[in-house]
């Protein structure tokens, strides 16, 4: 019998699922959108649900916990100081969940995803869906807007 047994098990082993989900929310905090198929996203959600649980406590346990769920690359030693601040910047996923994800759902108490279906894909019909943040996550924001701002002043 399966009761309690809620797990999705994709057609993979637990450490393929993992990875898989590790590497999926990874993709997500990163590009703040990301198109899977509608079963992955599913059980990413979960996923994402808890580590932006985790990074709305801000503190050291949390982010441990964080890097030990997501596998995250850590090490930067082989890195000049350019490439360092640019991996900081665009690559490190503790970074950008820790300050930019979780201060944005501070006042948020669950439902940070959403799903959004899409069409069946065509080589399996599959059904594909977009996993992405409920609100909009603001790092380039401003500096998009600020062109359409100076647009409609010289009007």
Known sequence: MRHLKRTAKLGRTSEHRNAMLSNLVCSLIKHKRVT???AKAKAARS????????GKKNTLHA???VAARLHTRNSTEAMT????LKWRTEEDV????FEDIAPAFKGRAGGYTRIVKLEQRNGDSAQ???IEWVDEVVTTAPAEAAPEAKADEKK
Do not use: D, Y
């Open 36 to 38: 899977t198929t509608l």
């Open 47 to 54: 996923v994402a649900e808890k580590i932006v649980s985790l």
């Open 63 to 65: 982010r441990r916990l």
């Open 81 to 84: 100081k350019v490439e360092r």
């Open 94 to 97: 503790l970074r950008i969940l």
């Open 128 to 130: 594909k869906a977009i």
